[in-house]
Structures are given as C-alpha cells and as structure tokens.
C-alpha cells in the first residue's frame, strides 16, 4: 500500500503545485486531501518521492515542487484526462467549420489551442510531401509564362510559375491556348485521382506517352512542377499563437522568458520536433525531454491530425508549449480535441 499512498501524495503534490504554484508541505497536504495517514507519513512518504527523484525542495522552505521525472510519472500513470464539456465541444466545431480556406481553420484551430489551455499554441501546415493532389489548374500568363496552381487534398494551395517559350514553328510546340491548355489538365487530373506523391510520376509519365509529341515537352515539364512542388520540404510552415500569454504571472519561467522565445522563433528546430513527436494519439515532452535547450523548463503536449480514415498516418501536427508546471489533463483533452474536429473540417 505504501508505493499506492506514495503515488497518490505525487498526484496530491501536482495538482496542489500546478494549482497554487507554490510548494507544497506535508501540512498543506494533510489539510486539502483525504490521504487517510498522518502528517508523519505524508513527510515519510514525500522523503521517499524525493529520494526517488520525482520531487525536490526548491529552497530552505519545508514545500516540494515536482521535478521533470515527477511530472513524466504523473503523465504516464496518474493524470486523468477530463474529457471537455459538451458546450465546449459544440463551441470547438461550430468556430471551426465557420473556417473559409486552410488558413483560416488553422489559424483558429491555434487561437482555440491557446483560449482552451492559456498557453502557446503550435499548428503545423499539412506537409507537402503527405499530401495528394486534389486538383491541378493551368492558368496562361501572357504568351511565354505558365501558373500552375497545385490544390492538395488537405485545402493547401500552392502555385508556381513554368516559363514555356513560344515556338518558332507552331508545329514545333504548342500554344498556351486555353483548348490545349483545358486537353492537358484534364489528362494530368485524371491520371492524378486517388494517387499518393509516390504514384503521380508514374501516373503522369503513361499520359505523357499517350499525348501529341508536341504536348510532351509541355507535358513534362508541368508534370515535374507538380511533383517537385509535392515533394519539397522548405514549405513547411506553422501558426503560433497565444504567444502573449508567456506575459501572464501563471506562466512563470525560472530562466525567464528570453529562452522560450528565441526557441519559438527557431521555426524550423520547432517543426523538427513537432515531428519527432508525430505519434497515434497524444504524446508529451517534459522539461529536458525537449532537445531544444530554450523548452528545458517548459512542456509540449501535441497530437496529429488530419488521418482522414481511422488509423490513418496525420498530415501534420499541432499542440501547445507551457510551463512544466501545466494542466497535463486539461491540456492534452484540448488538444486532443482540436486536433480530431480539425481532422473532421478538413477536406479528405
């Protein structure tokens, strides 16, 4: 029974710590909780928990705070994720469906993140190169340039100009008019439905065998475009929000503000372990789990989204960065709820 009052006095000791963010005595413990032992035991007990490195005394006070490995067990073992209230949930799905473009949800998927958690909120783009192609758009621009307008299965839009010089001979290439132009798109569409990234070079090489030899220079080139535009990897990007509540006295940082923000800043270190992090569910990195040195005082709690079916590999991740002294709970039910009615907004 020991080792179970142990772990309750650990949860006692989390909840009072994130609660008051003051340390938390054996006395205090004794007041607020029904531990059913002494205050002699709870001292007993808080000894061991520190001797276990899952509390430490932050100074000559008698109150424990819980340290990274303390807060990891509460996680793992202790912490009980509150579902969200039905209000919120209608609140979460109406605000997110008013959405006009991609921007737009995920710009208000992260305002929710941060309303929802009083932290930051983190909202990657969906990745190029796990997206498919939904549609592809020619568009003329003047006689020589070419806008090829790539629209993912994810709502991500995406264009990129193709330079197509106007032949000498018209019987040596072809002329952007809008017939070839509507012939190609059709083809490239179709070859394109229901096919990964790792399909469309071969689904678009076959049209490019089937087409008039002076469509294939054309052709290839456009196929190419779409491709690499799926393919590239300095597109990713994210939204941050709620980075104003860094400022509020609940979010205090031992090391101060400067570090978290200049990690904040580091988008590409933070995309980086964003997909570290990509996991089935709801992962949590606390404290030194984070391989940023400006997060080693600070928690991100993350969860894909946009899988589409059941058990379907995200398109990309989002999450929210606090203090290691967070509501674990509150946090990850938020969201984890962001993340599955976004999954449901977004285009499949």
């Known amino acids: 029974m020991s080792e179970e009052r142990r772990l309750e006095v650990l949860r006692a000791i989390v909840e009072d710590y994130v609660s008051t963010r003051e340390p938390v005595g054996s006395r205090v413990l004794t007041e607020r909780h029904r531990l059913g032992v002494s205050p002699a035991t709870i001292r007993n007990d808080m000894a061991a928990l520190e001797e276990a490195g899952l509390i430490a ?3 000559t006070s008698a109150g424990r705070i819980p340290t990274d490995k303390g807060y990891r067990l509460f996680v793992d073992r202790l912490a009980e994720v509150r ?22 949800v995920l710009t208000r998927a992260g305002r ?28 003329p621009v003047g006689a020589e340039r070419l806008l090829v307008v790539v ?3 994810t709502g991500r839009v995406e264009q990129r100009y193709l330079e197509v010089p106007r032949p000498a001979d018209p019987d040596d290439g072809p002329v952007l008019d809008d017939v070839t132009l509507g012939e190609l798109r059709a083809r490239l569409n179709a070859a394109a439905a229901g096919k990964g990234l790792t399909d469309l070079p071969v689904a678009f090489a076959r049209v490019v065998e089937r087409l008039d030899p002076t469509l294939v ?3 290839t080139a456009v196929a190419e475009t779409v491709v690499e535009t799926l393919g590239e990897e300095n597109e990713e990007r994210i939204v941050l929000a709620g980075t104003a509540n860094l ?7 031992e090391q101060g503000l400067s570090p978290v923000l200049e990690a904040l800043e ?46 379907g590999d995200p398109v990309a991740i989002l999450g929210s960065i606090g203090p290691t002294r967070m509501d674990y ?7 984890r709820a962001v993340a599955r009615y976004l999954s449901r907004v977004l285009p499949h």
């Open 57 to 59: 005394q932050p100074h």
């Open 83 to 104: 579902p969200l209230t039905s209000p919120q949930k209608r609140a979460i799905e109406t605000f997110l469906s008013e959405a006009v473009d991609l921007d737009d």
């Open 112 to 139: 929710l993140i941060a309303q929802l958690t009083g932290q930051v909120a983190v909202v990657q783009y969906p990745s190029l190169r796990r997206s498919g192609l939904r549609h592809l758009e020619l568009v």
């Open 151 to 153: 629209i993912t299965d």
């Open 217 to 219: 220079g054309l052709a």
């Open 247 to 253: 400022a509020r006295a609940s979010m205090r940082f």
């Open 266 to 311: 580091e988008q590409v270190v933070l995309l980086g372990l964003l997909t570290e992090m990509a996991v089935d569910g709801v992962a949590v990195r606390i404290g030194h789990e984070n391989r940023l040195e400006g997060l080693a005082q600070a928690s991100v709690v993350t969860s894909g989204y946009g899988s589409g079916d059941e058990g």
């Open 329 to 335: 709970p509150g946090t990850i039910a938020s969201v």
